[in-house]
């Protein structure tokens, strides 16, 4: 596998790390940036992928602790900075489209 291919597979199911904006604290830990992976389907139950599309408030806060690392409690995700949120949002929104709709070759 060329660095290019290992590249390419690595952001097919991980985000770079996301840097926030404002710092989760958790007990003497503050948690400055987290890594989202792409989800799969048994992730998704429960949750409308309109919902996550649309990066509903409610669909965000029980899909980021499943995919986050570290993970997260759901208690911790509502008390994220709103542009943190967000951000989380369209990084998992992304992992919804498919290579066609991203503009990329198989």
């Given at each position: 596998?060329?660095?290019?291919?290992?590249?390419?597979?690595?952001?097919?199911?991980?985000?770079?790390?996301?840097?926030?904006?404002?710092?989760?604290?958790?007990?003497?830990?503050?948690i400055r940036e987290i890594t989202l992976r792409k989800p799969k389907s048994g992730e998704l139950?429960?949750?409308?992928?309109?919902?996550?599309?649309?990066?509903?408030?409610?669909?965000?806060?029980?899909?980021?602790?499943?995919?986050?690392?570290?993970?997260?409690?759901?208690?911790?995700?509502?008390?994220?900075?709103?542009?943190?949120?967000?951000?989380?949002?369209?990084?998992?929104?992304?992992?919804?489209?498919?290579?066609?709709?991203k503009g990329e070759s198989e």
């Open positions: 596998m060329t660095n290019a291919t290992a590249t390419h597979a690595h952001t097919a199911t991980a985000a770079d790390p996301i840097k926030l904006d404002e710092p989760i604290k958790r007990g003497e830990q503050t139950r429960g949750i409308s992928l309109a919902d996550v599309l649309q990066m509903q408030t409610d669909a965000l806060i029980t899909l980021i602790p499943r995919l986050s690392t570290p993970s997260l409690t759901a208690a911790e995700v509502r008390q994220m900075d709103p542009a943190d949120l967000v951000q989380c949002g369209g990084e998992i929104a992304g992992f919804l489209l498919t290579k066609r709709a």
